[in-house]
Structure formats: C-alpha cells, structure tokens
C-alpha cells in the first residue's frame, strides 16, 4: 500500500508570532519563511494583514521572497479582511486565504452574541467574497472542537457548497482528547455529503499537552493536512508541534502517512526560531530538547552503548543532530565512563577502572554533570 500525503502547514509567523515576546520584524520573517521553505513545508500562514501595517508588509515580502509553498493569510469573516489579504498577497506565486467564524455555541454567544442562522449566513457570504480573488479559500469553524457536531456538518457543507477548498477543524481551546478529535473528524468524513470536494485540516491548541496527539488522531480519521508550529510555540501552551507530528508519522510507517520535510533540517530552524522568537526550549521536549538524545542513567547508558536502538526510536542524525549523547552523572555506570575515557584516549585495565569509578562517583556527587575537562583531571589525580 503507498503512502498518503499529508500536508504540512505552518503557522510558526502566525498562530506561534502572536505570543507576546514572540514577535519579529519583517527581515527576521522572511529569513524564517525562507527556511520553512527549505524544510519542505506546503503552506507558510505568514500573518493577519490587518492586524498592523508591519504585518501587512512581513506577508506582503513573504509572498515576494518566497517561491514553492503556497502563503496563506488569515482574515476574519469580514469583508475588509478579506480585502486586506488579497492585497497582501498580490505578489505570491501560489496563495490562499484562511477565513473563518466561530461555530460552538460559546462562541456564537458570548463572543457575537449572535444566532447559529446568522453566523452560517456570514461564513458563507465570505466564502463567496473570497471566491472573488482565490481559488484557494480555506475555512475555520473556530472553536470547532467544542461545537455542536451536527451544526458544525452543516456549516462545513454550506462553506463548501460556497466554495471552500480546505477546512480547519481548530481545536482552539484544546479541549479535546485524542478518541473525541479523531471521532469528530470521522464524523464529518460520513456525515458531510460534499466532504471530497475539500481537504480537512487539523488544527489543535496544546492546553492538556494533547495537541500532537490530537492532531495523529485526526489524521488516522480522514484529514490530510495538519496545522503546527516550530518548537509547537503558539497562544497560551501552544499549538501542535511540527517536528513531533513529522516524526510521529516517520516513527510510525504503518500508518501509511508521509510528508514532504526534510526532517534533517528540524533542529537547525528550531534552535534558530527559539533564538529570534526569544522562547527557550524546555530540556525534555521531544525531538527538539537538549535532553532528547541524552542517556543518563546507567541502566540506559549501557543498553544505548550495546545496541542505539535499545533505547532510542529515532536516528538524531534524521533530525539533524550529529550523535546522541551520554550525560555523566552520579546515576551513570561503568560502561559509560569507560566509553568516555575510552574516546579521551584513556587505556586501563578492568581492575583500574573500578578504583577510577569510585572516585568518579564522589566527584559527581559534588559536582551534577561531569564535562570531559573534569575526567582529564580525574585522570590527571589517579595517574
Ligand atoms: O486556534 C484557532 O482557532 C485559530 C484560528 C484562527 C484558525 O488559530
Ligand atoms: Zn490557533
């Protein structure tokens, strides 16, 4: 059976830019749409043109610099949005708007205080707008994850009566929990006459840290396009993190799944979005942390100098790290202190080495992790 393709959207210049402390000039957004280009990405959502004027223009010079992805831009259901898009996206060699309304009964009530009818009839009329300029139009039920699934079938059929060509499916609170999202997405694919007309789209907020999760699950139900940012930055816990689906679905072969990224190319734009975005990294996070190819214990450490794979399921070299590593700590054995000294150029026999463990054990019981000028030094004191 051949693989499917997945489409990969990006929404690092968007959904992840509007942390506070994120944002970024126009230069530093080309520089990074550039290199989502580079790392196979099909879609960049480079911005909101009419949330500012610097806005306007970091996608207006992404559409200029930026040949092979579509660029996409967001809009609310408005006709001066819609405008605005089109504007900025005058120059893009292949484009698409995002347009969209809430659709969950919270939504439409405390946040247009308005009716399930009325806000129908503003989904479609800008789906029609849209039509005008894009072939392209995709289009979000916001806060589809919490709406009611028959309003939402009927919304998703209207828009694509109108003309919508993707559908977001947007968690937008992370509500939801994987066996839900993936039944919602199910639902629409059986309950949505038109439904092969579009593309549906997963688009989910990590607030219960199930966005990855989430979005695999709406995946396996029928979606062939997935929503995420680098390093999964995004409002409040952030959005689904690009990396963990890509490798997810390479993890995973049988699901038949694939997309078009060049995972080698996963740490470099990670480390340099945390850099410009000012958002650090935390240590454990998958793919992408410090730790996420670092063995500390000795029980790990001698199983991964015995076979990698006794405990790692992915190559650090297919997301463009160089090696693994071994932390040397007061938890590490034998096999790996010796393996360091080893590459330090050390020889000593078996009965030396257990005298050499003891006083390393002491020393990094004082001191956390032991750097290669510390085993120098040791050596230096046992010699
Ligand atoms: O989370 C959300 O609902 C969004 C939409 C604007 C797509 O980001
Ligand atoms: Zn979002």
Do not use: W
Not at 323 to 337: E, F, K, M, N, V
């Amino acid at each position: 059976m051949s693989n499917e393709k997945v489409f990969i959207f990006d929404t690092t210049l968007r959904d992840g830019e509007q942390v506070p402390g994120c944002q970024l000039n126009t230069e530093e957004k080309v520089e990074i749409a550039l290199d989502l280009e580079n790392l196979g990405v099909d879609i960049i959502e480079a911005g909101f043109p009419i949330s500012s004027p610097g806005d306007f223009n970091s996608v207006s010079e992404i559409s200029k610099a930026v040949k092979k992805p579509i660029i996409c831009a967001l809009s609310r259901a408005i006709i001066s949005d819609i405008d605005m898009v089109n504007l900025a996206l005058k120059d893009a060699k292949r484009k698409r708007i995002h347009t969209g309304i809430g659709s969950s009964d919270i939504h439409i009530k405390h946040k247009f205080n308005s009716t399930r009818d009325k806000i129908l009839e503003q989904a479609i009329a800008a789906v029609r707008y849209s039509k005008r300029y894009f072939d392209d139009v995709e289009f979000y039920p916001e806060d589809a994850g919490r709406a009611d699934q028959d309003f939402l079938c009927k919304m998703v059929e209207e828009v694509i009566k109108a003309g919508a060509t993707v559908i977001n499916i947007a968690d937008t609170t992370g509500y939801n929990l994987p066996e839900m999202y993936g039944k919602k997405i199910k639902y629409l694919v059986n309950n949505v006459p038109n439904i092969d007309k579009a593309i549906l789209s997963v688009h989910c907020h990590n607030d219960l840290g199930l966005a990855t999760a989430n979005s695999i699950a709406g995946l396996q139900n029928g979606a062939r396009q997935v929503e995420a940012t680098i390093n999964g930055i995004g409002e409040r816990a952030g959005n689904t993190s690009l990396e963990e689906v890509v490798m997810a679905l390479k993890a995973h072969p049988h699901l038949n799944l694939e997309t078009g990224i060049n995972s080698k190319k996963i740490v470099p734009i990670s480390k340099k979005v945390s850099r410009m975005m000012n958002m650090p990294i935390q240590r454990n996070k998958a793919i992408v942390g410090a730790n996420a190819f670092a063995h500390s214990s000795g029980i790990h450490q001698d199983g991964f100098l015995k076979n990698r794979e006794n405990y790692e399921i992915i190559n650090p070299e297919d997301v463009g790290l160089k090696t693994s590593s071994i932390d040397l700590t007061a938890r590490s054995g034998r096999a790996a202190l010796k393996h360091r000294l080893k590459l330090l150029g050390f020889s000593f026999s078996n009965v030396e080495l257990e005298t050499i463990y003891i006083k390393f054990i002491e020393l990094a019981d004082k001191k956390k992790l032991l750097h290669d000028e510390d085993l120098y030094d040791l050596m230096k004191k046992y010699n």
